[in-house]
């Protein structure tokens, strides 16, 4: 009788340590379900300022030749009021309606339409039908990857019609930006606005939704994980991939047409731009079946951060240094632009092979060879929502032996060489790679908590193992 007794008090403990564990599991794998002060107060202020930010950087190319502080000065001062900056702000028009709504339209049609065939052809590709990773309720979602084909066909059509159909001029990005960004603007407000209303009415999973009760917070940071409609749109998939960063390189284009209108040539300062720029576009395309792993992915819910941030912030401020260089072309140095090719390619090579090696550790579960030898490794496991365990590894070899992130260490040489190759007179075109620290150093911070939660004492076996964050010996 006692022992049944001590056998039952088991089993209650066992039962109620896996309801801790879920609840740790729900309340920081994914995302938070309180909302302090702070994290309130940064919600509000991007909410309200974010737009503003994209509004002004682009206005003070159109209206003062790319100088951020002249706006500022000219309203302090009195030369000027907000109204009459705010007159001489293109608004929106038909033909730039028509011009988005068909952009869009074209992706999703690439998008759900055309399965993938890119991967039957392309040797090391994977496209077609690929899994996600293991949500947080223990869901595995099937994606139809056909980024890089949906790429290829745009640039196609593109280069086609500059060349030979010359329906449009390649110039129309350009002419019509600023009424382009208040379509993005409501594109990206609509999709939040619909993303939040169908996690509370429709979820596509209900339990992968989290909701705080904090409107502010639940609009920005996203109800449902994975929302969908129909089996194969994927509204993260999409929004992530498409139609901004598609749209990348087209931008970049439309902005090297303008200043050969303008000046009877292309700088090599352009052309550094769009090749570096073209050939980070063209790494998460032939690799997005691998960003299906990513914390964006994996972590993020859908809201007006991943709806928003994807329609405005990306393809507007991503694409400084080239706006720039229409206002104002920069003729390098032979031997300046060289060094700005090299800290380029070294920050890509860095950010593929770092990510090649975790991808590949991944799929091999470890039983592979890292810079020559079999890799190491830190054993850990994690719950899911429904109390399922699981098991995983966290490789402490090669480039991830450096540092806990050193991927992004890559990416940020890669944002310095774009925003070196415009030069020093203006701030400006610097934004980029200030953003991006600020935002993977917040990422590392981010990642890393929730890893903590996740993964508990076997985390702090890992980072005693690899101390750093993003440099070697610094942070």
Not at 350 to 377: A, S, V
Not at 443 to 464: F, V
């Amino acid at each position: 009788m006692a022992a049944h007794q001590e056998k039952k008090l088991a089993e209650e403990r066992k039962h109620q340590n896996m309801q801790n564990d879920t609840k740790t599991s729900q309340g920081q794998w994914g995302r938070a379900w309180e909302v302090d002060w702070f994290s309130l107060a940064s919600i509000l202020f991007l909410l309200m300022f974010a737009p503003l930010i994209v509004y002004y950087f682009i206005m003070s190319c159109a209206q003062y030749q790319c100088s951020l502080t002249d706006p500022l000065l000219d309203l302090l001062t009195g030369n000027k009021h907000l109204s009459d900056i705010w007159n001489r702000t293109p608004m929106l028009t038909y033909r730039a309606a028509a011009i988005y709504s068909l952009w869009v339209t074209f992706q999703v049609f690439l998008y759900v339409s055309i399965p993938d065939f890119c991967h039957k052809f392309l040797p090391g590709y994977v496209g077609g039908v690929q899994e996600g990773a293991v949500t947080p309720a223990g869901v595995v979602n099937k994606y139809e990857i056909n980024g890089l084909q949906a790429w290829i066909v745009t640039h196609v059509l593109w280069f086609a019609n500059a060349y030979c159909f010359h329906f449009f001029s390649p110039t129309i990005i350009f002419d019509n930006w600023i009424p382009l960004l208040w379509c993005a603007n409501i594109l990206g407000y609509a999709v939040s606005t619909f993303a939040m209303i169908k996690g509370y009415f429709f979820p596509t999973n209900a339990k992968d939704c989290k909701i705080t009760g904090n409107f502010f917070y639940d609009y920005m940071m996203g109800i449902e994980f994975n929302p969908r409609i129909g089996k194969w749109f994927d509204f993260k998939l999409f929004f992530n991939g498409r139609p901004g960063i598609v749209a990348w390189t087209l931008i970049n284009l439309s902005f090297a047409a303008k200043q050969q209108e303008l000046y009877g040539e292309v700088t090599n300062s352009m052309i550094l731009v769009n090749v570096l720029q073209g050939i980070y576009v063209l790494d998460f395309f032939w690799n997005e079946a691998w960003y299906l792993k990513t914390i964006d992915i994996c972590h993020d819910h859908f809201g007006w951060y991943l709806g928003w941030g994807d329609c405005v912030w990306l393809p507007y401020l991503y694409t400084l240094q080239g706006l720039y260089l229409v206002y104002h072309p920069v003729q390098l140095r032979t031997d300046y632009a060289m060094g700005v090719l090299m800290l380029g390619l070294l920050g890509y090579y860095i950010f593929r092979m770092t990510n090649h090696q975790k991808d590949l550790f991944r799929r091999t579960n470890g039983n592979c060879r890292i810079w020559g030898k079999k890799p190491e490794y830190i054993e850990c496991s994690y719950m899911s929502v429904d109390g399922t365990k699981y098991y995983s590894k966290l490789m402490t070899s090669g480039f991830w032996g450096w540092a806990r992130h050193f991927n992004y260490t890559g990416d940020l040489m890669g944002s310095l060489a774009y925003c070196l190759a415009c030069g020093f007179e203006h701030v400006l075109p610097y934004f980029y790679v200030i953003y991006m620290t600020i935002l993977l150093t917040h990422r590392c911070i981010r990642d890393e908590h929730r890893c903590s939660n996740k993964y508990g004492k076997d985390w702090k076996c890992y980072t005693a193992v690899v101390p750093y964050r993003l440099l070697p010996g610094v942070f």
